[in-house]
T-cell receptor, first 113, second 115 residues
């Protein structure tokens, strides 16, 4: 397994601002993922972040809105840019320490006013 | 593309009883993994159980077991001796064994435990 932490755990932001969410894992992993969970919904993959390469975004998500950094094998950040109330969600990072499973961080609950 | 369907938005069970949550999926692949994740009110996604498609034997983790029917593309979760701490959203998820490690989730089932 893997121990994953996220910062902040929650935040309330004003529209038009940006928030950077940090994800730290206790072991080196090649693949990290960022998911969004809108209120009452399931999880949707935003992007895959591999160290040493550009993040790969899913349909409907763009780098200008959700820039991602992956500076090393234990850390990643997701920025939610120019926020609107529709961005109010839980944002979760996950890691795949092996090819057969994923473990999730505790999530960041974001409310945009 | 793969899809995962959970047809039960809500389920309830009496404490100490057994409950089964349903999940079906659609794929053209023969090699993949299936998961059940639990999301309690804390919102932490917790891995409950994992099944490899190439294994015929159903996975078991303590009180949690699955009924994996590959031909029917069905993957149900059975919770035995239900406890109050089992109350949560349960998500079924599919993972392809071919490359991108992308999890596809179902819409979830909210499980309530009745004391």
């Amino acid at each position: 397994s893997a121990v994953i932490s996220q910062k902040p755990s929650r935040d309330i932001c004003q529209r038009g601002t940006s928030l950077t969410i940090q994800c730290q894992v206790d072991s080196q992993v090649t693949m990290m993922f960022w998911y969004r969970q809108q209120p009452g919904q399931s999880l949707t993959l935003i992007a895959t972040a591999n160290q040493g390469s550009e993040a790969t975004y899913e349909s409907g998500f763009v780098i200008d809105k959700f820039p991602i950094s992956r500076p090393n094998l234990t850390f990643s950040t997701l920025t939610v840019s120019n926020m609107s109330p529709e961005d109010s969600s839980i944002y979760l990072c996950s890691v795949a320490p092996g090819p057969e499973t994923q473990y999730f961080g505790p999530g960041t609950r974001l409310l945009v006013l | 593309a793969q899809t995962v369907t959970q047809s039960q938005p809500e389920m309830s069970v009496q404490e100490a009883e057994t409950v089964t949550l349903s999940c079906t999926y659609d794929t053209s692949e023969s090699d993949y993994y299936l998961f059940w994740y639990k999301q309690p009110p804390s919102r932490q996604m917790i891995l409950v159980i994992r099944q490899e498609a190439y294994k015929q034997q159903n996975a078991t983790e303590n009180r949690f077991s699955v009924n994996f029917q590959k031909a029917a593309k069905s993957f149900s979760l059975k919770i035995s001796d239900s406890q109050l701490g089992d109350a949560a959203m349960y998500f079924c998820a599919y993972l392809s064994n071919f490359g991108n490690e992308k999890l596809t989730f179902g819409t979830g089932t909210r499980l309530t435990i009745i004391p």
